[in-house]
């Protein structure tokens, strides 16, 4: 479907640690585990051979091979730390799979209500540009200016970094990262260590309803009440 921007090497980091939910990646949401609907979106894009899960859980490593995925060995714990980026992650699978050219697409299981035409257009986004990288972001539901940090003693003062009377619809938009989708050039990757910041990495916007990304219990029941009423 993508073979005009080279081969497409799909990585799903999914340890099993998870401090704020337990065991969140094998958690059941909306009749399935959390990942699967991760493994499931990407099957409907790409090929069984093309996708790698990543994982020291034993659990995820059914799930995958459920699927039909081929699983490489569990990730070594070293690698499944706290402090581990998913960039150490990643590189580890490529150099493991031989990977050292075309793309690769990070997708994490947290994100279950990215869908096949985000995958899509993050792809032609990609192309469009001729790109680096592509990285899925969203609008921020509030604006920057009206967040601030606290002193310990609670004060307010000097809380808002604009005048207070300025509505929120008057100021520029702002996007975070949503961290569904990463679409990065395998060599650049190999050789850019902040490749995210990089002048010829470029933005995909998603809306804000498909970028919740499960970091905890409220995370988890929005994103079943949501998958439920896609399904209804």
């Not at 809306?207 to 209804?232: G, W, Y």
């Amino acid at each position: 479907m993508f073979d005009d921007i080279g081969p497409i090497t799909v990585v799903i980091p999914a340890r099993a640690g998870s401090k704020r939910l337990l065991k969140k990646n094998i958690k059941i949401i909306a009749d399935k585990p959390l990942i699967e609907w991760t493994v499931d979106v990407a099957l409907s894009c790409f090929d069984k051979q093309s996708i790698l899960v990543s994982t020291d859980d034993s659990e995820i490593i059914s799930i995958a091979k459920s699927k039909g995925l081929r699983v490489p060995a569990k990730r070594p714990s070293y690698l499944c730390a706290d402090d581990t980026t998913t960039q150490d992650v990643v590189l580890y699978e490529l150099n493991k799979a031989k990977k050292y050219n075309g793309v690769v697409l990070i997708l994490q299981p947290t994100s279950p209500l990215r869908t096949k035409e985000d995958i899509q257009n993050s792809i032609n986004t990609y192309k469009k540009y001729n790109a680096t990288g592509v990285v899925s972001v969203c609008e921020c539901d509030h604006p920057p200016e009206w967040i601030n940090t606290l002193s310990d003693d609670l004060s307010m003062e000097n809380f808002l970094k604009i005048d207070q009377d300025r509505r929120s619809q008057d100021l520029s938009k702002s996007y975070r990262l949503n961290g569904a989708i990463y679409l990065f050039d395998i060599f650049k990757y190999r050789q850019i260590k902040n490749i995210i910041n990089d002048k010829n990495t470029f933005a995909y916007i998603m809306d804000k309803r498909s970028s919740i990304d499960i970091d905890d219990d409220l995370d988890f029941q929005i994103a079943e009440m949501i998958l439920v009423s896609r399904n209804e």
